[in-house]
């Protein structure tokens, strides 16, 4: 017989459920078990959604000024900056560094919790 807990980890939601049963010979309405199941408190654990910032092209393109000519002949002269997500946990952090191409060393840097 189907086992909720030790078995399926809380992954199992009504449709896994109404599958499972309609294997074992018994045939039930989906909305019968998802019904059944908010009654008794059964919730399956929603997937993580993967982070999609690609909206299509918004906007104005730089000119590409640089080339890939990314080494400066002088300090200050050059400076790069660049967005970049973590994820920690549940939670998504943001770490937006500015570079001084001469060196390459960290001018500056700002981290935060949202994308500003």
């Known amino acids: 017989m189907l086992s909720?807990?030790?078995?399926?980890?809380?992954?199992?939601?009504?449709?896994?459920?109404?599958?499972?049963?309609k294997n074992e010979g018994l045939n039930h309405n989906h909305k019968l078990i998802a019904r059944l199941m908010s009654e008794l408190g059964f919730n399956a654990r929603n997937r993580r959604q993967e982070y999609r910032s690609y909206k299509g092209r918004h906007g104005t393109i730089a000119k590409n000024i640089f080339k890939r000519r990314f080494h400066a002949k002088a300090p200050n002269k050059r400076w790069l900056t660049d967005v970049t997500e973590f994820k920690v946990g549940e939670d998504r952090l943001y770490l937006s560094p500015i570079l001084d191409c001469y060196n390459n060393e960290i001018i500056s840097y700002q981290g935060d919790r949202y994308m500003t």
């Open 4 to 21: 909720l807990t030790s078995k399926g980890k809380g992954r199992y939601g009504y449709r896994r459920i109404t599958g499972v049963l």
